[in-house]
């Protein structure tokens, strides 16, 4: 990366470290507008899926594949649905 003066994969550790740092932070909340984005990182058929906050702006789950994407949106919506529906 030109910015950082950094290859890709060195940048792609800061970030994946920043990430699991935010993770542990992170508070479970209610979600109640979101939006699902798939990104192609290389030529071909290689794509990582977003899941963001529209509320906050701020992205809840980043992964690498179609298909751990549609599992890992699911599971966290339901999670949060979950959470909303306790009285």
Do not use: C
């Amino acid at each position: 990366m030109s910015i950082l003066d950094t290859k890709w994969d060195q940048t792609w550790n800061i970030v994946a470290r920043t990430m699991r740092r935010g993770k542990q932070r992170k508070q479970v909340a209610a979600m109640p507008r979101i939006r699902i984005d798939e990104k192609a990182f290389k030529k071909g058929h290689s794509y990582i899926t977003l899941l963001y906050d529209l509320d906050n702006s701020t992205v809840e789950a980043i992964t690498m594949d179609r298909s751990a994407a549609y599992v890992k949106a699911t599971e966290t919506v339901d999670k949060f649905d979950t959470a909303n529906t306790k009285s």
